[in-house]
């Protein structure tokens, strides 16, 4: 069984997706333990599925290292195999990045290398992209600059704001990250091999 941790900062809809995808008694992984770096709205699922959370706020460390050693330090009990970051909203110092590599990934919404960064949809919108997509990625000291362990494709459609086609594109990132999270746990995807492309 892979422990997790998982780190949000927001709903935390895809939390709540890879939540219920661990019910499946046949789900290899577990999440025992999850993170933010403020009071998350995420937090409530949580609290429906009965796991632990914990918090290091951003604002009540002097500057991005202290606060990332504190983020190790609680994350350090619960020992997990895998940290996913899912809506997590802040910027992983280098040494945490490090610590953690290369048992840490992260969803995109975006078809990387394309439009990384927080902003991606509606970056992909206001660039008028026809397509833009959602990726699994390993995490790395750059901003979304991993290597690529899943990607799919998803059109931008006539009239989509950034809701909509967020909305959608978080749909294809649930799905990649149930797999990717199966993969490593059962063995047919090894990150220590996943080398940068
Ligand atoms: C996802 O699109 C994730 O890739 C991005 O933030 C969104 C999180 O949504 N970094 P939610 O909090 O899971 O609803």
Redesign the pocket.
């Given at each position: 069984m892979l422990n997790l941790v998982v780190l949000?900062s927001?709903?935390?809809?895809?939390?709540r997706a890879l939540l219920e995808a661990t019910r499946n008694p046949d789900f290899p992984a577990r999440i025992v333990a999850i993170g933010a770096d403020r009071e998350a709205e995420?937090f409530s699922h949580a609290e429906a599925f009965g796991v632990p959370i914990f918090t290091v706020p951003f604002s009540s460390y002097p500057d991005r290292d202290a606060w990332g050693a504190a983020l190790l330090e609680a994350m350090e009990p619960w020992k997990a195999d895998l940290v996913v970051l899912?809506?997590f909203?802040r910027l992983l110092p280098g040494a945490v990045a490090q610590a953690l590599s290369p048992h840490c990934i992260n969803?995109?919404?975006a078809y990387l290398p394309e439009f990384p960064g927080a902003h991606a949809v509606r970056d992909a919108i206001r660039a008028g992209a026809t397509r833009s997509g959602a990726s699994v990625i390993v995490v790395d000291d750059g901003v979304d600059t991993g290597p690529i362990l899943a990607q799919e494709r998803v059109p931008v459609l006539a009239g989509d704001g950034e809701a909509e086609l967020?909305d959608r594109?978080?749909m294809v990132?649930r799905r990649l990250l149930e797999q990717v999270v199966r993969d490593i746990a059962e063995g047919t995807l090894d990150l220590e091999k996943v080398s940068t492309p």
């Open positions: 949000i927001g709903g935390g809809s895809n939390l995420g899912s809506g909203m969803t995109h919404p967020h594109i978080k990132e």
